[in-house]
């Protein structure tokens, strides 16, 4: 059975370890790999992802299959005055990205942005990294591109509006 729900401290580790296994095939080359492990520990921390669930400082939503949490998206709401969120994070293990979990995952923010009020949902990508498509598929717009200087490393900013 495959569902979505939230987060509660007690997945932190669970998080961390969807992060871990995602960032793990982005470099073979061992000083990348002990940077990106740095990154990891210091994003994905036990305390940092308690203090952030607990606070209602990031929303974490989990994709669960055969009651395992294998992906997750995290977003803060922008402001309450824009009625506005960011998504901050999507990560699916390797061996689920075929079954479509990160679209489940997009469309149930766009849904709990809704139910909240909110009509505006932004995501910022490079373009050589990210789904894009994913976004577009599911009504994203580019609102801005910022240029950092090296080809293929532009950010793009979309915007959904509902």
């Given amino acids: 059975?495959?569902?979505?729900?939230?987060?509660?401290?007690?997945?932190?580790?669970?998080?961390?370890?969807?992060?871990?296994?995602?960032?793990?095939?982005?470099?073979?080359?061992?000083?990348?790999q002990k940077k990106i492990g740095q990154m990891i520990h210091d994003i994905y921390s036990r305390r940092k992802l308690?203090?952030?669930?607990?606070?209602?400082?990031?929303?974490?939503?989990?994709?669960?299959?055969?009651?395992?949490?294998?992906?997750?998206?995290?977003?803060?709401?922008?402001?309450?005055?824009?009625?506005?969120?960011?998504?901050?994070?999507?990560?699916c293990l390797p061996e689920t990205q075929v079954k479509r979990l990160d679209e489940l995952l997009v469309s149930e923010v766009i849904k709990n942005t809704i139910a909240a009020e909110g009509n505006r949902i932004f995501v910022v990508l490079t373009k050589c990294n990210g789904p894009v498509g994913l976004f577009e598929r599911r009504g994203f717009r580019p609102l801005e591109t910022k240029d950092q200087g090296d080809p293929g490393h532009e950010i793009l900013v979309l915007e959904c509006t509902k």
């Avoid at 929303?59 to 969120?85: G, H, P, W």
Wanted: hydrophobic content about 40%; proline content about 1%; aromatic content about 10%.
């Fill in 1 to 32: 059975m495959r569902y979505i729900r939230k987060a509660t401290p007690a997945d932190a580790e669970r998080i961390r370890y969807i992060a871990e296994q995602c960032w793990g095939l982005a470099s073979n080359d061992k000083d990348a």
């Fill in 50 to 91: 308690t203090n952030e669930i607990n606070n209602n400082i990031s929303i974490f939503l989990l994709a669960i299959e055969r009651e395992q949490a294998v992906a997750f998206i995290s977003y803060t709401s922008a402001s309450t005055k824009l009625n506005a969120c960011e998504i901050n994070a999507l990560y």
